[in-house]
Structure formats: structure tokens, C-alpha cells
């Protein structure tokens, strides 16, 4: 049993598959049905389809393991399930993936999924189904057909995508990634890679894509690479909020510790940093006297401050507590202590508490290729020398 990418699906045995042996469970379809994808799929019920595309990527990643899931599908005017098994052979001499289809019997017609608001939903359930695309190419990366939802993630019809290059639809960025994927493709006959990329659809905005690809060419340049390529816009954006809030400070808002020593490490790759850690002097005594609504009050305050006044281009982050970190590429040390220094001129008033803040700096330089914990633990004890003279 057969399932070609070329732009049919195809059930029933095949001449290059007549000899190969096939797993007991695989029921055989009583006729081929030489249909296109987008067509076969019309009839499985809608909050089906999802399950079917899912197990179809995982039978493509996970040669000679089965892969079942149940269906209800309409069919001579009423409502039938079926069991599909999806066996991938792309890599056996039978170079296709097998399906059986067994037929379960006759269900009541199904309902659809309804919910009364997006509040009702998951996040992740805020989208149907997974937007997807089926494109056919030449050797060279021409599109040589797409079906699928090939308007809302490309932009342009199928039409206008057939005879362009890949390449002419990827963001520039992505151009390297992307033929280096198809060498190593192309060198491998019946293999599959993954890859995540961006498309530049024609009104400018930018579309994530993960895609499966397949080279399903023979060795005298017929047959094609087939792609499977999804929508992960969405996807991508709840990961890029998810690894923001992750990187940033509750109470201020501001890059945490570890968000801190990522973007100091990434400074030290390209030049000098001129880094300083900030520590108030007698902030406890506003949380014994006050209370620590007041304190955290008054910690959202400094770190606004030292936003303002700090030289671009300059990164503030806090470091835990009461202690703040200031980098700085192009400033002498006297130059960024200056700054610093400049947000504790005026006292902090908060519920009408005014608090004549202090402050203890440590300021340094660190050099191309520094460890950056290193470079922050000398600003740290240099803070400190700081605020001992200050005691004595």
C-alpha cells in the first residue's frame, strides 16, 4: 500500500511496494482513491484532521514504527470511524509509507468542539487547527506545486508560487541555514530534515515556519522533494513572552540575574564593557521602619531612575535585593559612576516617605573574552571596599 507525496494519495498496493511484506494489522483499502491530500481530508470530520496531520509527522519521523490514530469520516451519507495506521518505509527498498484503513463501524454524528469565550480556553487552544502546507519541489528548490493553507502562510497564491525559488520568500537571514539543509538533503536520497525559518510575505510581515523535508528524487533526477511545512507564528511568539518573563525581574521589571550575565557575556564577545554593580546603603532600615510595601516601592523607583539617567547605549538589570548592575561600551569608569551617582541626587519619596537614598558603586572594566561572572564578582568586591570606607 502506497502513499506518494506527488501530489496524490494513494491507497492500495502498488507495484513497487507487490513484494514487500506488511504488518497484520494493516488492513488493505478495498480501491485506490488517486486523490489529492487537501481532497481525501475534506471528508474527515474537522476536529479529526488535526490528529491525522500530527500522526502523518510522526510516521515521517519515526521510520518502521506504526502509527495509528481513529478517525470519523462521512461517508455515503453517514458517519463511519476508521482506524488509519501510517507505516513510514521511505528508507526500505519499498520507498513509500504504507497506510491501512480499517473500518469500525457507524457513529452518531459528531459535534464540534464549541466554547462560549477564548477566557473558556487554554492558551495554547486559542487556534483551531495547525495552519500547513504541502509543496512539491524540483532539485533546485523550484516550487513545483503547494496545496494546503498556502495563502495565509505565504501570502500569494498557489499560482504565484509555482516556478520561484525557495530562497526568494526566506528572510535573508535564514538563506545560509537553509542551503546548507538542502546539500545535506540532496546527499542523502530518501532522507528527511527538519527546519525552522522565516518567509517574507509580499505586504512585509514575517511568517515562522517549521518544515519536514523529504527527498523523494531518484537517481536519474525524477521524482521531487517534498515539503510538509507548518505555522508556528504564534507558537513562536508565546515562546519568545514566555523566555521574557523568564529573563526579567518581577517587582522592576528589569533584566534578572540571568539575563544580566547573558547580555554581559554577549557585550565581552564583541569589545571592552564598563560594568558597575550598585548597592543602596541603609535600604533595610526603610523595610524595618516602613514595612516592605514601601521597600519594593521604593526599589521600583531606583530602578526607573537609573534607567533615565544611565548613558545610552547602557543596560540595567537587578541583580537580586537591593543591588543593581549598569553595563556601559563606551564610557570611562568615572564617566558611568557619574551617571549612576546623578539618580540619588533628589530624595526617593514614596506614601509620603522621603528616604535620602545612598549608594555604593563598584565600578570596572572587563576586557574581550573575560569571564563575565569573574568581571561582575571584581565590581562586587570593589562595591564593597566602597562602602567599608564608608563604615570606618
Known amino acids: 500500500m502506497e502513499a506518494l507525496f506527488e501530489g496524490s494519495l494513494v491507497f492500495g498496493r502498488s507495484a513497487a511496494a507487490s513484494d514487500a511484506p506488511l504488518p497484520d494489522h494493516l488492513a488493505l483499502a478495498p480501491s485506490p482513491l488517486n486523490r489529492v491530500w487537501f481532497e481525501s481530508t475534506a471528508e474527515i470530520f ?187 507564528t504564534e507558537r513562536r511568539g508565546r515562546e519568545r513572552d514566555l523566555l521574557s518573563q523568564a529573563r526579567a525581574d518581577a517587582l522592576t521589571g528589569l533584566p534578572n540575574r540571568s539575563a544580566v550575565i547573558s547580555e554581559l557575556e554577549h557585550r565581552l564577545e564583541h569589545g571592552r564593557v564598563t560594568a558597575a554593580f550598585v548597592d543602596l546603603d541603609g535600604f533595610k532600615k526603610v523595610n524595618d521602619a516602613h514595612g516592605h510595601l514601601v521597600g519594593d516601592r521604593v526599589l521600583d523607583v531606583v530602578a526607573r531612575r537609573l534607567v533615565s539617567v544611565v548613558p545610552d547605549p547602557s543596560f540595567v538589570g537587578r541583580w537580586g535585593g537591593d543591588e543593581f548592575v549598569v553595563l556601559c561600551s563606551s564610557r570611562r569608569p568615572e564617566e558611568l559612576e557619574a551617571a549612576v551617582r546623578a539618580a540619588f541626587i533628589d530624595p526617593i519619596t514614596v506614601r509620603e516617605v522621603a528616604w535620602p537614598a545612598g549608594v555604593s558603586i563598584g565600578v570596572v572594566v572587563g576586557n574581550p573574552g573575560e569571564d563575565p561572572e569573574d568581571l561582575l564578582r571584581r565590581a562586587d568586591e570593589t562595591m564593597y571596599l566602597q562602602k567599608a570606607s564608608k563604615r570606618s
Open 46 to 232: 474537522f476536529d479529526d484532521r488535526v490528529a491525522v496531520i500530527h500522526a502523518w509527522s510522526d510516521a515521517l519521523a519515526q521510520p518502521l514504527e506504526p502509527v495509528a490514530v481513529t478517525i470519523r469520516r462521512f461517508d455515503s451519507g453517514t458517519w463511519v470511524a476508521e482506524r488509519v495506521t501510517m507505516l513510514n518505509l521511505l528508507d526500505h527498498p519499498v520507498g513509500a509509507v504504507l497506510i491501512g484503513i480499517r473500518r469500525l463501524g457507524v457513529v452518531p454524528t459528531p459535534v464540534r468542539k464549541a466554547v462560549d469565550t477564548v477566557r473558556d480556553l487554554p492558551e495554547v487552544a486559542s487556534v483551531r487547527r495547525p495552519t500547513w502546507v504541502l509543496q512539491e519541489l524540483d532539485s533546485l528548490g523550484h516550487v513545483l506545486s503547494s496545496e494546503g493553507d498556502v495563502e495565509e502562510t505565504f501570502g500569494v497564491s498557489p499560482e504565484d508560487l509555482e516556478g520561484r525559488l525557495v530562497l526568494d520568500v526566506l528572510h535573508p537571514g535564514d538563506h545560509a541555514t537553509s542551503i546548507d539543509m538542502w546539500t545535506d538533503l540532496l546527499a542523502h536520497p530518501r532522507s528527511l530534515r527538519h527546519v525552522t525559518q522565516r518567509v517574507i510575505r509580499p505586504d512585509g510581515s514575517v511568517c515562522w515556519i517549521e518544515a519536514n523535508v523529504i527527498n523523494h528524487l531518484a537517481e536519474d533526477g525524477s521524482g521531487s522533494v517534498l515539503s510538509i511545512v507548518h505555522d508556528v
